[in-house]
């Protein structure tokens, strides 16, 4: 599938909810296409609010040369799934408390974090001493 076809397909053809925009765009020199999905839906800890959703996915050129449109349908499909996912996780909540953590990367990256804060202080008591 040429890049022009995939883009077509998704900005085009594709419909989903209404709310929801999905779009495909061309980037970078290499050819790569984002593909993104954005909405605006109730903010999960004030319903009262609404919150502006993005989420992003990129395919490589090489990728889609490979791609019948038939897997790219899959790949949009898996795509908007995992989307449904998170904003599932935001709302599913026992006494107010989310069921499943909707950001798991967050909580990596305080990790990662602390664990580099940990070697950095590592270097500084080594150096001290």
């Known amino acids: 599938m040429s890049i022009d076809d995939f883009i077509d397909l998704v900005n085009n053809r594709i419909t989903y909810k209404p709310g929801w925009k999905i779009m495909a765009v061309e980037r970078g020199m290499e050819g790569d296409v984002c593909v993104y999905t954005k909405l605006s839906a109730p903010n999960a800890n004030d319903p009262d609010q609404t919150t502006d959703v993005r989420m992003g996915n990129v395919l490589s050129v090489f990728e889609l040369a490979r791609?019948?449109?038939?897997?790219?349908?899959?790949?949009?499909?898996?795509?908007?799934?995992?989307?449904?996912?998170?904003?599932?996780?935001e709302f599913f909540k026992v006494d107010g408390i989310c069921v499943t953590d909707p950001h798991p990367e967050l909580k990596h990256q305080d990790r990662l974090r602390e664990s580099l804060d940990n070697v950095s202080q590592g270097y500084r008591d080594h150096a001290n001493a």
């Open 67 to 89: 791609m019948s449109e038939k897997e790219a349908l899959r790949i949009i499909e898996r795509f908007l799934h995992n989307m449904e996912t998170h904003e599932l996780r």
